[in-house]
């Protein structure tokens, strides 16, 4: 497996408080990315990052924050939790940046938002 | 709008019986990927498909990228109780690396 490392892996938290996943990988490659994973909805991208401080957003950014202040971090900040972002959220990499390139992922994190 | 379409959501086979996945787009596609995550788990890369009428196999799964490009299967041929999971295909998201996912197939089987 890739070496990422996502954590914590399991998180209960309360509504309107902020919390931030992290994403540390050691393959020193360029492209990270976050997902959510909901039943019935499969993966959603939300943001991802080209490169240290270049970030985008993908399909279900609102709510959302990202930061890459290293190439090896990807932090995503949920700024004030809601009930709707209980899900599982996976991180993922690629190297080079072809668009033909796989997706490597971390083992996820549970966060449940009460 | 950039979405896959993916069918069935859901499939339950007995062992020894055989099992196909749809993937399907209303734009032609560059590429599509195929992931396998097993219950608990994470996505898995399988294969990549890029050429126009490209069918790949591994063992007993059998991939194919249609004609125009716009849609791809995934078959398995006698299927085990490891094939159990989900199977998720992807997309380029507009002109970068990330991947847009379809919602999944999700394969049980029973022995």
């Known amino acids: 497996d890739a070496g990422i490392t996502q954590s914590p892996r399991h998180k209960v938290t309360e509504t309107g408080t902020p919390v931030t996943l992290r994403c540390h990988q050691t393959?020193?490659?360029?492209?990270m990315y976050w997902y959510r994973q909901d039943p019935g909805h499969g993966l959603r991208l939300i943001h991802y990052s080209y490169g240290v401080k270049d970030t985008d957003k993908g399909e279900v950014s609102d709510g959302y924050s990202v930061s890459r202040s290293k190439t090896e971090d990807f932090l995503l900040t949920l700024e004030s939790a809601t009930s709707s972002q209980t899900s599982v959220y996976f991180c993922a990499i690629s190297g080079t940046g072809a668009t033909n390139e796989k997706l490597f992922f971390g083992s996820g994190t549970q966060l449940s938002v009460l | 709008g950039q979405q896959v379409m993916q069918i069935p959501q859901y499939q339950h086979v007995q062992e020894g019986e055989d099992f196909t996945t749809y993937c399907n787009s209303s734009?032609?596609?560059?590429?599509i990927q195929w992931y396998k995550q097993r219950p608990g788990g994470h996505p898995v890369f399988l294969i990549q498909l890029v050429k126009s009428g490209e069918v790949k196999k591994q063992k007993r799964l059998t991939f194919q990228f249609g004609e125009a490009k716009k849609n791809s299967s995934l078959h398995i041929t006698a299927t085990q109780t490891t094939d159990v999971g989900t199977y998720f295909c992807?997309?380029?998201?507009?002109?970068?690396?990330?991947?847009?996912f379809g919602k999944g197939t999700t394969l049980s089987v029973s022995s």
């Open positions: 393959e020193n490659h360029r492209y």
């Open positions: 734009t032609t596609l560059s590429n």
């Open positions: 992807g997309r380029p998201h507009q002109a970068g690396t990330a991947l847009i």
